[in-house]
Nanobody, 122 residues
Framework: QVQLVESGGGLVQAGGSLRLACAAS????????MGWFRQAPGKERQFVAA????????HYADSVQGRFAISRDNAKNTVYLQMNSLKPEDTAVYHC???????????????WGPGTQVTVSS
């Protein structure tokens, strides 16, 4: 049974930091690219960051470039999203997802977690 479980969300002031984690099970984690997406109320789901199966390549949305960093630990079946210099517009539910191909489109991802809420106060 495939499971992706996000953790690490919460309430933080603008300028602060959070580190999200996504624990995976039920599939060969080291064979999959992993991505982070977010969805704010009333808005479409948005790509945030993605990392290749071995961590050798990463892509970021322009809005988070230089502030967020994606990483993974294949020994722990976990992908991380370090979020620094947070802004109120970063407020959203953050989901991790798994895909056999590294990409920025959500349609290419096969497995999804339920998400974790990130709220940034001004």
């Amino acid at each position: 049974q495939v499971q992706l479980v996000e953790s690490g969300g919460g309430l933080v002031q603008a300028g602060g930091s959070l580190r999200l984690a996504c624990a995976a099970s039920g599939f060969t984690f080291s064979s999959y690219a992993m991505g982070w997406f977010r969805q704010a109320p009333g808005k479409e789901r948005q790509f945030v960051a993605a990392i290749s199966w071995n961590g050798g390549s990463a892509h970021y949305a322009d809005s988070v470039q230089g502030r967020f960093a994606i990483s993974r630990d294949n020994a722990k079946n976990t992908v991380y999203l370090q979020m620094n210099s947070l802004k109120p517009e970063d407020t959203a539910v953050y989901h991790c997802a798994a895909s056999l191909i590294l990409g920025v489109g959500d349609s290419g991802y096969d497995y999804w977690g339920p998400g974790t809420q990130v709220t940034v106060s001004s």
